[in-house]
């Protein structure tokens, strides 16, 4: 997708690869934290009432790294206010596993 936008190849290196990313980490982190319409889908608070009452815990993931991902989470209140059990991190295990094999 880079070669779309940047037509010198020699430039698309890991490292430019990983500053893009890293700036967009710091956008939707800054996007996240100041949003005033963050809200859940609908009925998706309902349905974690509805679990915890009937003794279901519940396990939220997502694809986003931690960062973003805890900005969301704490800004909605779900494991303060204990709608969510817990927060798995699988893209962060995944990538952690493909690095140590």
Same mark, same amino acid.
Request: charged letters at 25%; proline letters at 3%.
């Given at each position: 997708?880079l070669?779309?936008?940047?037509k010198?190849?020699?430039?698309?290196?890991?490292?430019?690869?990983?500053? &893009?990313?890293?700036r967009?980490?710091?956008?939707?982190v800054?996007y996240?934290?100041? %949003? +005033?319409? /963050?809200?859940? $889908?609908?009925?998706?608070?309902?349905?974690?009432?509805?679990?915890?009452?009937?003794?279901?815990? &519940?396990?939220?993931?997502?694809?986003?790294?931690?960062?973003?991902t805890?900005v969301? %989470? +704490?800004? /909605?209140?779900? $494991?303060?206010?204990?709608?969510?059990d817990?927060?798995?991190?699988?893209?962060?295990s995944?990538?952690e596993?493909?690095?140590?094999?």
């Amino acid at each position: 997708m880079l070669k779309e936008y940047d037509k010198d190849e020699a430039r698309i290196t890991d490292g430019y690869v990983n500053t &893009i990313h890293e700036r967009f980490i710091q956008l939707m982190v800054q996007y996240y934290s100041t %949003i +005033n319409e /963050l809200q859940p $889908l609908p009925h998706t608070e309902e349905v974690f009432i509805y679990c915890r009452d009937n003794g279901i815990k &519940i396990g939220r993931d997502t694809g986003f790294p931690d960062t973003i991902t805890n900005v969301i %989470i +704490n800004r /909605l209140g779900w $494991l303060q206010d204990k709608k969510v059990d817990y927060v798995f991190q699988v893209m962060r295990s995944l990538q952690e596993d493909l690095l140590h094999s």
